[in-house]
């Protein structure tokens, strides 16, 4: 076994790998996000396929993804179990904070499973530390990072290419699961080295300017959310076991943080400049 040792949003997870297995191909995109050797927040172990017994559970959530359909279940003794595509498994205790895998190895999505279990284990984990990985884009413009949520299909990447495209000085922070950490200097958000089909592995952090819900519409119209309209606006994108009294209650008391401090709004839209152009004019106060 070989240990390595990473820290995204100020969180460090050591990740323990067969020798057969190398980081430097499986984990790319995780490079920026080496660190030097520290106690851990949380671990993740893969072991050789085989050398695992997995207990039975019930399911409790299901959907499907690129690798397939994806499960979790939850055995008596209160362990997930993760399966995606029925050749890839990892056993969590119920924080996330140890975790153990088995995977194909002969199969083409190998790696790939590998960096989505590290992205299940990361977002439960990370709750614990006042941190919530938040399905979203996010760009960077004047010292402060903007999030884009929506539904699959709603357009969050393109409303964050009419950014750069409209905004001198607008990039890219993270494209698909950037992380909001709560602490004494406010709300940051942080990139990380999972964000979807853009390559954009950046480990960098900013304040937190606004965060907006997309809907797609054949106007462009914004509207301020606050109070609960806030909470209920940004809640869907974020990840916690649904069901898990400790995870949610860790995931709500965050929220209501962020919530209380930071701009959110809802933009119904087309896919258009003047969509970016009225977002920003409303968000970027």
């Known amino acids: 076994m070989r240990s390595i040792y990473y820290k995204v949003a100020g969180i460090v997870f050591r990740v323990d790998l067969p020798e057969s297995i190398g980081p430097e191909r499986s984990l790319r995109?995780?490079?920026?996000?080496?660190?030097?050797?520290?106690?851990?927040?949380?671990?993740?172990?893969?072991?050789?396929?085989?050398?695992?017994?997995?207990?039975?559970?019930?399911?409790?959530?299901?959907?499907?993804?690129?690798?397939?359909?994806?499960?979790?279940?939850?055995?008596?003794?209160?362990?997930?179990?993760?399966?995606?595509?029925?050749?890839?498994?990892?056993?969590?205790?119920?924080?996330?904070?140890?975790?153990?895998?088995?995977?194909?190895?002969?199969?083409?999505?190998?790696?790939?499973?590998?960096?989505?279990?590290?992205?299940?284990?990361?977002?439960?984990?990370?709750?614990?530390?006042?941190?919530?990985?938040?399905?979203?884009?996010?760009?960077?413009?004047?010292?402060?990072?903007?999030?884009?949520?929506?539904?699959?299909?709603?357009?969050?990447?393109?409303?964050?290419?009419?950014?750069?495209?409209?905004?001198?000085?607008?990039?890219?922070?993270?494209d698909d699961n950037p992380v909001l950490r709560v602490g004494d200097s406010g709300v940051i958000a942080y990139g990380t080295p999972w964000s979807g089909k853009t390559p954009c592995y950046v480990n960098e952090n900013w304040p937190v300017g606004g965060i907006v819900r997309l809907r797609q519409a054949p106007y462009n119209r914004y509207m301020e959310c606050v109070d609960i309209e806030a909470f209920v606006n940004i809640l869907p994108s974020c990840s916690a076991v649904r069901g898990d009294s400790l995870l949610q209650t860790r995931l709500h008391d965050t929220l209501a943080e962020i919530c209380a401090v930071i701009r959110t709004g809802m933009l119904e839209c087309r896919p258009d400049d003047e969509a970016a152009i009225l977002c920003e004019n409303k968000i970027n106060v």
Request: a negative charge; proline letters at 3%.
């Open 29 to 174: 995109s995780f490079r920026n996000f080496l660190c030097g050797e520290a106690g851990p927040d949380f671990t993740f172990t893969l072991r050789e396929r085989g050398e695992m017994t997995f207990p039975e559970t019930v399911t409790i959530d299901e959907s499907d993804s690129d690798l397939g359909h994806v499960t979790l279940g939850k055995s008596g003794d209160g362990h997930y179990v993760t399966t995606i595509g029925a050749r890839h498994k990892m056993l969590s205790d119920r924080e996330f904070l140890e975790n153990m895998a088995e995977i194909d190895p002969n199969s083409p999505d190998a790696s790939s499973a590998l960096v989505s279990m590290l992205r299940i284990a990361f977002s439960q984990a990370a709750l614990k530390y006042g941190c919530i990985s938040i399905h979203s884009s996010a760009v960077v413009l004047g010292g402060r990072a903007f999030l884009f949520l929506g539904s699959s299909g709603t357009g969050k990447s393109t409303h964050s290419a009419l950014w750069l495209k409209n905004f001198k000085g607008a990039r890219l922070l993270n």
